[in-house]
C-alpha cells in the first residue's frame, strides 16, 4: 500500500514532451521534502499517472478552469505546500489558481503577455519611450484577420515583415515575408492558427539572437542558432555564450525589461531576444514565464553544474536561488537534427545497433581536428515515435527527427563550429544508418 506523503507539491500542466522534467522534479521533492505531487494536465498518460501520487484531468485553457481545480483540489485542503506552473498554457490561469491557493506565484494579472505575443506588444508600446531609452527598440505590429491586413501592413513595411501566431510555441507558424514574396501564400500558413489570433510584426533587423534565461535573480545568457531563410526555425542552443561586457548589458537590460511587462519577480524566465551588430540595441522576439525548452537547463546543468529544476523547487519550498552561476566547466550545446532530403521517417528505420550520432560526432571531430575526448555526447533523444513526412529544410521543431546535447571541453575549438559541422554531418550518417530500409 503506497503511503501518502503529509504535504504536496502543485504542477500544474508541462510544455509538449517535457514529461522526463516533470518527473524529475517530482523525484526531487520527494527525496528533498517528503512531498507528493499532484498534476493537473488535459488528457494525461498512463506514464504521467505512475510519476505523479495524484493526476487531475483538466485544461488550464478552458473557461472556467480556475474554479474546477479549486473543486477537484479540495480534497488535498492542508496539504498543498508549493506549486510550480509549467506550461504556457497554464501561465494566467495556472497563476490565478496558485494566487486563489496562497501558494507563492509571480503575478497572474500580467502573465497574459508572456502567452499571447500580442498582450506582450501591447504591453511594449505603453512603455515604448521607457523601452526605447533603455535601449531596446519596440517593433511595430498589427492583428491579422485576413489577406488585406498583411497587405496593409507591407505598405507600411516594404523591407519585410513577419507574420506568425500569437500563441503559439515552437516556431510553429512563423512566416518572414520579404519584398516580393506571396502574401496569399503566407496567410495561408498561418490560416490553422487564426482561432488563437495572428499578427504581423515589423521586421528586427538584427541578426543576432540569444535568450536572457534564469530564475528570480538567478539569470544567464544562451545563444540561439537558427535557421536562415524563410522558416527562421532554431537548430541549436548554445551555453556559455560568447558576448562582450556591452553586449551582455543590453541583453540582460532587455531581459529584465521583459520580466517586469509580464510580471516575473521570482519565478523561472525565458525571454528570446535579438542583438544588434554592436551591440548596444535589443528587441524582445517574444517572453516566457517557464524553463527554456531545448534542454537549456539541462545545458547549464552539464556547462555550470547546477541543476535549475532542483532550484525552481528549492525556491518554491522557500529556499532563494542563488545570486549568480559558478565559472563554467565546458561548452554545452543541444542541437536540431533533421534529414537529408523530404522523406517519411520514423526511429524504427534505423537497423538495430547502428549508432548514427557517434558516427556524425567522429567525423565532426575528425573534420575540426579536435582531440581525442573532446567532444561528448551527453544526450540524445527522437523526437516522434510515429513514421511522418519531414521536410529537409524545416518549416518548424516538428521537421526535426532527432536532439543531441554535446559538450566541448574549454579551450578545444568554438562550439559554433561544432554545431555547424554536426548538423553537416549528421543527414549522411542517418541514411548510412537506415540505408537497407531506406532503398526498400
Not at 505512475?50 to 480556475?66: E, M, N, Q, S, T
Not at 551588430?277 to 525548452?293: F, K, M, S, T
Amino acid at each position: 500500500m503506497k503511503i501518502q506523503p503529509s504535504c504536496l507539491l502543485l504542477i500544474v500542466d508541462y510544455n509538449l514532451s517535457r514529461i522526463d522534467d516533470v518527473a524529475h522534479m517530482a523525484h526531487y521533492a520527494r527525496e528533498r521534502y517528503g512531498a507528493g505531487t499532484v498534476l493537473i494536465r488535459p488528457a494525461p498518460s498512463e506514464r504521467v499517472a505512475r510519476i505523479c501520487d495524484h493526476v487531475i484531468d483538466l485544461d488550464p485553457l478552458a473557461d472556467g478552469f480556475v474554479e474546477a481545480a479549486l473543486e477537484r483540489l479540495a480534497r488535498f485542503s492542508g496539504r498543498l505546500r508549493a506549486g510550480i506552473v509549467f506550461s504556457d498554457n497554464a501561465v494566467q490561469s495556472g497563476a490565478e489558481l496558485l494566487e486563489r491557493l496562497d501558494l507563492a506565484v509571480d503575478c497572474a494579472s500580467l502573465a497574459a503577455g508572456a502567452f499571447s505575443k500580442h498582450e506582450y506588444r501591447v504591453a511594449e508600446h505603453r512603455t515604448r519611450e521607457i523601452l526605447e531609452a533603455q535601449g531596446v527598440m519596440v517593433p511595430d505590429y498589427a492583428q491579422a484577420e485576413s489577406v488585406d491586413d498583411l497587405q496593409r501592413f507591407c505598405a507600411d513595411h516594404p523591407d519585410g515583415f513577419v507574420v506568425k501566431p500569437s500563441c503559439e510555441g515552437n516556431n510553429r507558424g512563423v512566416v518572414v515575408v520579404r519584398d516580393g514574396d506571396s502574401l496569399d501564400a503566407a496567410f495561408s500558413e498561418v490560416a490553422p492558427y487564426l482561432h488563437g489570433g495572428v499578427i504581423c510584426e515589423a521586421f528586427i533587423p538584427y541578426a543576432r539572437e540569444f535568450s536572457f534565461d534564469g530564475i528570480g535573480a538567478l539569470s544567464f545568457i544562451t545563444e540561439k542558432v537558427s535557421a536562415t531563410g524563410r522558416y527562421p526555425v532554431e537548430v541549436a542552443q548554445i551555453l556559455p555564450s560568447r558576448l562582450e561586457a556591452h553586449e551582455q548589458r543590453t541583453l540582460v537590460r532587455a531581459g529584465r525589461a521583459a520580466n517586469l511587462l509580464v510580471g516575473q519577480c521570482d519565478g523561472p524566465f525565458h525571454n528570446e531576444i535579438k542583438l544588434s551588430d554592436d551591440g548596444l540595441r535589443a528587441a524582445v522576439v517574444e517572453p516566457n514565464r517557464r524553463p527554456a525548452g531545448m534542454k537549456i537547463w539541462w545545458l547549464a546543468r552539464w556547462a555550470y553544474g547546477i541543476d535549475l529544476f532542483h532550484t525552481w523547487i528549492d525556491s518554491v519550498f522557500g529556499s532563494a536561488p542563488p545570486a549568480q552561476l559558478p565559472e563554467p566547466e565546458r561548452f554545452a550545446a543541444a542541437v536540431m537534427l533533421g534529414v537529408a532530403q523530404d522523406r517519411l521517417f520514423s526511429p524504427q528505420d534505423v537497423r538495430v545497433g547502428a549508432k548514427p550520432l557517434d558516427d556524425a560526432i567522429a567525423a565532426t571531430a575528425r573534420a575540426l581536428g579536435l582531440r581525442d575526448g573532446a567532444l561528448q555526447a551527453r544526450g540524445f533523444e527522437w523526437l516522434a515515435a510515429e513514421r511522418r513526412f519531414v521536410h529537409a529544410i524545416a518549416r518548424d521543431n516538428a521537421d526535426f527527427v532527432a536532439l543531441a546535447i554535446v559538450t566541448l571541453e574549454s579551450g578545444d575549438g568554438d562550439i559554433r563550429d561544432v554545431v555547424a559541422t554536426l548538423r553537416a554531418q549528421w543527414p549522411a550518417a542517418l541514411d548510412a544508418a537506415c540505408e537497407t530500409r531506406a532503398a526498400a
